[in-house]
């Protein structure tokens, strides 16, 4: 298995501007997480989805970010607009069932200017 | 609410020396417990967890962990270290006893340094 796949792996962008992270998860995992990582707050969980339906968003820090899972291969983390405080890795990582590990993906580094 | 304490910001070891990663937890139910290691641009890397059964959880790379529930920890060893297992390793925890599968809540991570 390839593993958790996300796209782009780098992403610079001007404040303003709209931007799309993807993620595909490993075939048969029915949870995905998305994370993010700065220096300052380490690793937060933003949102999860249980077989393609969100479940816990409380973690998305603000209406400029939306996710969503339109299929079990397939997931996307917008943010519109983006602002400089935005930079960070984006992890997206992915379980199957209640107990097993969560397997993360490369993540995607956010600069925005 | 669940936490993650990880007291070291830096262990630094000398190769073939014991190394040890602190990590203590909080928790309202029962803890499942992980080890990630994440090195310079890459994402996390899974290195062992503890479920239930046996306190000392043997993981990749010659890594173990022991449980200790009276204590809340669940420290990181490893009885030789190399150069290579120089990285950044964060403990994480989650609670399923409400019902519902959590994310992980990640401890702020200790850089692990091995001196040659």
């Known amino acids: 298995d390839a593993g958790v796949i996300q796209s782009p792996r780098h992403e610079v962008t001007e404040m303003g501007q709209e931007v799309t992270l993807r993620c595909k998860p490993i075939?048969?995992?029915?949870?995905l997480f998305w994370y993010r990582q700065t220096m300052m707050r380490g690793l937060e969980l933003l949102i999860y989805?249980?077989?393609?339906?969100?479940?816990?968003d409380s973690g998305m820090p603000e209406d400029r970010f939306s996710a969503k899972m339109p299929n079990a291969s397939f997931s996307t983390l917008k943010i519109q607009p983006s602002e400089p405080r935005d930079s960070a890795v984006y992890f997206c990582?992915?379980?199957?069932?209640?107990?097993?590990?969560?397997?993360f993906g490369p993540g995607t580094r956010l600069t925005v200017l | 609410a669940q936490s993650v304490a990880q007291p070291e910001d830096q262990v630094n070891v000398a190769e073939g020396n014991p190394l040890t990663v602190k990590c203590t937890y909080s928790?309202?139910?029962?803890?499942?417990l992980f080890w990630y290691v994440q090195y310079p641009n890459r994402g996390l890397q899974f290195l062992l967890k503890?479920?239930?059964?046996?306190?000392l959880v043997k993981g990749s790379y010659g890594f173990e962990a022991e449980f200790n529930k009276s204590q809340t920890s669940f420290h990181l060893k490893k009885p030789s270290a190399l150069v290579s297992d120089s990285a950044l390793y964060f403990c994480?925890?989650?609670?399923?006893?409400?019902?519902?599968?959590?994310?992980?809540?990640f401890g702020k991570g200790t850089h692990l340094i091995i001196q040659p």
């Open positions: 994480a925890v989650r609670d399923i006893s409400g019902g519902g599968a959590d994310g992980l809540t």
């Open positions: 075939s048969g995992h029915d949870y």
């Open positions: 989805f249980n077989n393609n339906v969100p479940i816990d």
């Open positions: 503890y479920i239930t059964g046996d306190n």
């Open positions: 928790v309202s139910g029962n803890p499942y």
């Open positions: 990582a992915t379980q199957q069932g209640r107990v097993d590990t969560q397997y």
